[in-house]
């Protein structure tokens, strides 16, 4: 069986999805898209902490799905800006867990991420999977990609 990992960039998959669709990411289809007839080594999930208690359920139904949930506090600069990214973490993870894995799957649209892509296509010779909204996913990360994945339709939870 095909053996997959899977990390979720939460922050952006959040914001893009919320602004190309005014509507929310489904976990629960991803997981069963990306995850069907494979074997899941490892499933991260990456998300800042503001320490509510709608979050902590949300992190909860991640936990419930199958996902490592790894959390960075919320940083409130002194200047007003605000700071909370995990994408190191995300690299060191992938890099970490590329041998591991067949398949790897990116949930970001973020274009800091094409170097990594390219270098786990390229060293490992791994298939990337990068599942991002089209049109909010940089033009960089999607040709490094083995294969994009539009998140559209069939990716998102109904409208309540």
Known sequence: M????LFVDVQNVYYTVRDAYGRNFDYNKFWARAT????????FCYAIDRGDRKQREFQNILRAIGFDVKLKPFIQRSDGSAKGDWDVGIVLDVMEHAEDADVIVLVSGDGDFDLLVEKIRVKYGKTVEVYGVP?????????????????DETLLLNPS
């Open 2 to 5: 095909v053996k997959v990992a």
């Open 135 to 151: 049109q909010l996913t940089a033009a960089s990360l999607i040709n490094e990609a083995s294969e994009f994945i539009a998140i």
């Open 36 to 43: 069907a007839n494979r074997d899941v080594m490892n499933a």
